[in-house]
């Protein structure tokens, strides 16, 4: 694996791609997929009362339709929405405990994996509740992003090191997405996926109590070794194609795999990697040609440019 230095020409290209994707990944999603979310979107608005669907809907509807419904949840508690409060519910009829029950009837749970949803523990902060009450909070920042910043934490009962991502909610461009984000993170159980514990709210921020990765990016390690063996390439890989096999299992794709998003959990020569950053993550059902441009730049694939 060799880190390629780019010429100023492609560097300017890779900046001006990246902007139009910004932008078009917020305004414009591919027709064809966005009529076959159109009869979801419908339930979302109301015009079908069952709410069996909302949080599959949530995680199928293209960014088009997620961006219709931002507006409408922009003041509400998000942990609050029927999404988050029939998934726990729903979750208690996951096929991987009865094996008896119609698939079709619970899409979410299709797979005979395990589903993490009912052990997340969500919560929201009332009156003078806070935070720093269950977890002492270092001031350093583990890292920053448009929404927030992740930092390092303890909690104070259990003595377990955690990393909690901060969100800023009046930062949030789409509620839709940052829902279906939470809500796909929490089926995932799996070695190389990074885990989500907890959730907590409050009325300015979102709070994601996430699994510790203390070892840096790969991207940082390929810059640093400029190249990797052959045995080592092989023992990143496996693991990644062994994430990607479990969450395309469950019909997940993640959109924006890139070494940027695969930290190492220690810091150490034989550590194992973990594949974050859910954010773009989809549901895919077999039916949906997938077209939409979503991603990095200097990590998408060509055809998907064209």
Not at 99 to 111: C, G, T
Not at 221 to 238: D, H, P, Q, R, T
């Amino acid at each position: 694996m060799m880190l390629m230095k780019m010429s100023d020409k492609e560097v300017e290209c890779a900046v001006k791609c990246d902007r139009a994707l910004k932008k078009k990944e917020e305004i414009e999603e591919d027709s064809e997929k966005h009529l076959r979310c159109s009869s979801i979107n419908n339930k979302l608005n109301g015009s079908v009362t069952d709410t069996d669907d909302e949080d599959y809907a949530i995680i199928t509807l293209c960014t088009k339709c997620l961006s219709k419904k931002a507006e409408e949840s922009k003041n509400n508690i998000i942990l609050d929405s029927k999404a988050f409060k029939y998934s726990r519910m729903k979750g208690r009829h996951s096929i991987s405990v009865c094996s008896n029950i119609d698939k079709n009837a619970y899409p979410l749970n299709s797979s005979p994996y395990f589903d993490r949803s009912q052990i997340i523990q969500e919560t929201v902060l009332m009156n003078s509740d806070d935070l720093r009450d269950l977890y002492e909070i270092d001031k350093l920042k583990l890292g920053k992003g448009s929404y927030g910043s992740v930092v390092k934490a303890i909690n104070k009962k259990t003595k377990q090191q955690r990393a909690i991502k901060i969100i800023e909610k009046k930062k949030i461009h789409n509620i839709e997405r940052l829902k279906r984000e939470i809500l796909i993170m929490k089926q995932m159980d799996h070695p190389n996926i990074i885990k989500l514990y907890e959730v907590y709210e409050d009325n300015d921020r979102l709070y994601l109590v996430l699994e510790l990765c203390t070892g840096g990016e790969l991207f940082d390690k390929i810059v640093k070794c400029g190249s990797f063996s052959e045995l080592e390439a092989y023992k990143i890989m496996k693991q990644v194609f062994s994430a990607l096999y479990y969450c395309h299992s469950k019909n997940i794709i993640h959109r924006d795999l890139k070494p940027e998003n695969i930290l190492y959990i220690q810091d150490s020569d034989d550590s194992p990697i973990q594949i974050i950053d859910w954010g773009f993550a989809s549901k895919c059902m077999n039916n949906h040609n997938l077209k939409s441009v979503v991603g990095t730049p200097y990590y998408i694939a060509p055809e998907i440019l064209k």
